[in-house]
Nanobody
Framework: QVQLVESGGGLVQPGGSLRLSCASS????????MGWYRQAPGKRRELVAV???????KYAHSVIGRFTISRDNAKNTVYLRMNSLKPEDTAVYYC??????????WGQGTQVTVSS
């Protein structure tokens, strides 16, 4: 069973920055897709940023230019750097990974709150 452990969430003021980390118990060298989703209260879970085996990255339109996803294969970790945070970025952020298409693993989530 693969474990994905997120960290780095917290309370930040508008305009601030956070870096989320997702550590995998399985090597991510061969991961098919890995990335981040988020879910705000009363809303559906939505894609934030995902990268695939070929290196292609997809971002939600609302985070383009502010968020950056990256990976460190040696640490089996994927990061999400979030800059210029807005109150509407407040959500629980979930890490997800799939080594086989359709067989997705999810972390427990980390809360990000953007408020003054």
């Amino acid at each position: 069973q693969v474990q994905l452990v997120e960290s780095g969430g917290g309370l930040v003021q508008p305009g601030g920055s956070l870096r989320l980390s997702c550590a995998s118990s399985r090597t991510i060298f061969s991961v098919n897709t890995m990335g981040w989703y988020r879910q705000a209260p009363g809303k559906r879970r939505e894609l934030v940023a995902v990268l695939d085996r070929s290196g292609t990255i997809k971002y939600a339109h609302s985070v383009i230019g502010r968020f950056t996803i990256s990976r460190d294969n040696a640490k089996n970790t994927v990061y999400l750097r979030m800059n210029s945070l807005k109150p509407e970025d407040t959500a629980v952020y979930y890490c997800t990974a799939a080594w086989d298409p359709g067989n997705d693993y999810w972390g427990q989530g980390t809360q990000v709150t953007v408020s003054s």
